[in-house]
């Protein structure tokens, strides 16, 4: 017997090991399907199977006699979700509304039809068509990419191939996209109910590294009031249009004249909302739970004047996969380190865990939050063991 | 392959469950022995056994690979736990520690040896003993009881049979205490790691309804700055001096003359340390697992003006088992709200959960958690349905 309808969520990464927590506290029980055995979530939700998210089966076997489906990323294929939805589970984003994060050609068209603003764009099929779109642009391919993956800046020519091959290879089209000259990188993350109620996290500021999300800070410094609303309401009208359901993260370029763009869509907690899990009175993984079961959401207002997220990313040195000696040191020096571990392995560049800290002082939360992540990494101090 | 060294958790109730959520963010594993299937703790860890935490080779077999072995409750009995450490399994707290929250003849006689305030107690064994100790009386089981359970105020002789009698089956002694004029009920919880480093959480009032803990309000209301500090220093020292590893709770009673008397302790996290899971930097479940790893402790120190925790506790009602049924409303109503759930089906008096409400209004806090628990429990509203 079971005490609450039980969510389904496909995928095993740190995002559903993070949905675990509140999932703990609301009394949800979950069922997961993990990649492989002991992947992130699979170490921290008993009910699980291990399988393939792109076989039709094996989601129906996932979420039979559960309420509602999730997800940890957005690869599972759309007529699949639509198979899901006809068996009677509900999906939530839906595949109409998660497209839009899959797919970014998709995502510019509707974006546009809608007035919101994005740099100019167009999908590209040929050297002369990029060429006429005008150097330099970003080349993406359409689906697919993350982390930097399947984004090209190109400058010329000869720097085309590329793109317009690894797409034909994976069967995708290619978005040209105008090179923005920003100011910095934002981020807004709303939860919206299928009941239509919908919360907006404060629009933080992201810091990027090789095209991975390294530094968030919240709320975003010096933003102006006029900017702070505009980037709240460009989200929730995004989410609205798009009828989605759970977190729906918009990252955008602030342009040197004062302008947002959106650069990228994320229909699930994302990155740049892990300050949430300290910094927030709900967090964007509670949110997203509550989201999806369609209870009512909690609210996204700071706890504290400043927060600031620095994720813990492989390092390439000699130290990897000594990720627990970093612990005593980090913890030792700032008893107010939240640490946010995924069970993962050291490996270069990948995304092992982060640490938020919050306060009055921003420079101060900066300095606290940067050391532990590089001691965690290794990149400080174990030389001499 | 672990990335950390396992922990092992004897017990799958509530207070291991609510470990599992700071396990998950210290990339902690947990190894469970659980009671049953299906348990409070074992809906959400997923490497378990179940089986009898009276048996030495469960025991043996679950902490076989584990570093440390922890629990949710204090009933493993003490020569097993010698027995563990033999094995090499680091049992913390340790035996010598735990039979002080097992055992309250030896708690006494131990409190008392350290010249820390406890009421006045004897062992007795006799209806005439008992009437030579003096009534109104407090007479306990020295062993087994919890919540009310084991405990009897007796105010002649006639009451002291049924006491006698159940010590005797249950092959325990008889402590007799005399019964404490007192103002309130407070709660000191401090965390203590191997290597001796405390962290104390500021002392709260606690609330009891029929010998079960039903709210806290943290700091306690009114308490002097004098208490506030002595209640503190008696925990750390019973810490320190018994060498507990982990959460140490310190249940006192303030006199109506101004005294504080050591009532009960318990080795693990505590009801009355629920308010810290939202309410202080790091929660005491936290501080638990860090205690019992060896890792730096975290800071204990309180995110808001007030904290309240109110129990939900199973209705006599009708309604019992609609426990999901309570969530939208008293959700909707706060979205301030913290909720914790513990996977439990409603039971008349039964703990299944509590909630957690923060602020600067401390008569606002107390409506709103109350008026939440109140709606968990089905005692308000659904009468209509």
Known sequence: MTLAPTLAIIG???????????????????????????VSAAQVIPDQLVGDYRDLDTLKKVTEGCAVVTFDHEHVPTEHLHALEAAGVAVRPGPDALVHAQDKGVMRARLTELGIPCPRNAIVSSVAEVEAFGFPCVLKTTRGGYDGKGVWV???????????????????????????????????????????????????????ENGVCKEVIAPAPDLSPELAVQGEQIALRIAGELGVVGILAVEMFETVDGRLLVNELAMRPHNTGHWTQDGAVTSQFENHLRAVMDLPLGSPAPRAKWSVMVNILGS???????L?????HAMARDPHLRVHLYGKEMRPGRKVGHVNVYGDDLEECLERARHAADWFQGDLGNDSD
């Open 324 to 328: 627990y000696d970093g612990y005593p």
């Open 154 to 208: 190109v400058r010329d020519v000869v720097d085309v191939a590329e793109p317009l091959r690894v797409a034909e290879e994976a069967g995708v089209q290619v978005l040209a996209e105008e090179l923005v000259d920003f100011r910095r990188e934002l981020s807004a993350i709303v939860a919206r109910s299928p009941s239509g109620q919908a919360a907006a996290y404060p629009v933080v500021h992201t810091y990027q």
């Open 316 to 322: 390439t040195r000699e130290n990897v996969g000594r």
């Open 12 to 38: 095993g990464g740190q995002l559903a090991r993070m949905m675990a927590q509140p999932a703990i506290a609301l009394g949800l029980p979950l069922r997961l399907l993990a990649e492989g055995e002991g």
